[in-house]
C-alpha cells in the first residue's frame, strides 16, 4: 500500500488512508494509525474531529466494521490489517 500512483508519487505530502462516508459521518484511518470521525450533520465544516473521544466509541466501531467489510469487498490488502 504505497503512494506509487499518488500525484507526486511517494513524496506526496498526505497521509495514506482508507475511509468511508455515510449520510451522517465521515470516517478515516490512516496506515499509521490514528484516524478521523466527523458527525457532518453537526459539524458540516469538519472542524471536530471526534476519533478518539469517548463518546464516539460505539460509532468509531460500527464505522470500522462497516469501512473493513467494504475493503474485503473491494479485495483491498487494508481489510487485513485492520481486521
Do not use: C
Request: glycine share 8%.
Amino acid at each position: 500500500i504505497a503512494k506509487e500512483n499518488a500525484s507526486g508519487g511517494v513524496n506526496h505530502p498526505a497521509p495514506l488512508f482508507r475511509g468511508l462516508r455515510t449520510d451522517t459521518h465521515t470516517y478515516a484511518v490512516f496506515n499509521e494509525g490514528g484516524g478521523l470521525l466527523f458527525d457532518n450533520a453537526a459539524d458540516p465544516y469538519q472542524l471536530t474531529n471526534l476519533f478518539d473521544t469517548e463518546r464516539a466509541n460505539a460509532l468509531r466501531d460500527s464505522l470500522a466494521e462497516e469501512l473493513k467489510e467494504a475493503l474485503r469487498r473491494a479485495n483491498d490488502p487494508l481489510a487485513n490489517v485492520l481486521a
